[in-house]
């Protein structure tokens, strides 16, 4: 079965820009979580997704947002990228929620 | 708020030793419970989980999780580490169901040869 797909891995942006991650995840899976993980912040929790609704979101300004598709893949998308919004973006997968399945991640680097 | 403490920052183990892991949380009831592994440029992998049943959990890559109720902790052992076994490895707890996943901050493990 294969894992849980990001892309793009890398990114560059300058700030100002937007940016859109995309997460597809396992197979059967209907639960998208985002995470944002820096060094100082560790892991934070974006938002979650089940059945192309947001069931979970957690304190980050209305520049992050998401969306599901009906075949569970996710994006999310940035706008108006600030220096603080470098970070590797995580997504994870899960049937009901928890028991996540994580990607590899999209590292953003915002110049 | 509901949280979850990781103490140790870095530890630092031979190989061979055994290994402990803290991890605290903070809530009322008994939360769902995970261990992730985190490699160098890798995503999260699960190692265990608990939800309920017996407080002994085993995992993946000989690891093992014990729950201690009246400690609110949920601390991660394995008998003989192994080079391999260097990474960020990170508490989780998820207080109801189909609720968000709250991580700790992690705790990165160095072997020594």
């Known amino acids: 079965k294969a894992g849980v797909t990001q892309t793009p891995r890398y990114l560059i942006k300058t700030r100002g820009q937007q940016v859109t991650l995309s997460c597809s995840p396992i197979?059967?899976?209907?639960?998208v979580s985002w995470y944002q993980q820096t060094p100082g912040q560790g892991l934070q929790f974006l938002f979650e997704y089940f059945s192309e609704t947001q069931r979970n979101k957690g304190n980050f300004p209305g520049r992050f947002s998401g969306r599901q598709f009906s075949n569970s893949r996710s994006e999310m998308n940035v706008s108006t990228l600030e220096l603080g919004d470098s970070a590797l973006y995580l997504c994870a997968s899960s049937r009901t929620g928890n028991e996540q399945y994580f990607g590899p991640g999209t590292r953003l680097t915002v110049t | 708020a509901q949280s979850v403490t990781q103490p140790d920052i870095h530890i630092t183990v031979s190989e061979g030793a055994s290994l402990e892991l803290r991890c605290n949380y903070s809530?009322?009831?008994?939360?769902?419970l995970f261990w992730y592994v985190q490699s160098p440029g890798q995503g999260l992998q699960l190692l265990l989980k608990y939800f309920s049943g017996d407080t002994l959990v085993q995992g993946i890559k000989g690891f093992e999780a014990e729950f201690k109720r009246s400690q609110s902790s949920f601390n991660l052992r394995k008998p003989s580490v192994h080079w391999s076994d260097a990474a960020e490895y990170f508490c989780?707890?998820?207080?109801?169901?189909?609720?968000?996943?709250?991580f700790g901050k992690g705790t990165r493990l160095h072997i020594l040869p």
């Open positions: 989780a707890v998820e207080m109801n169901r189909d609720d968000k996943i709250i």
């Open positions: 197979s059967g899976h209907r639960s």
């Open positions: 809530y009322g009831a008994t939360p769902y």
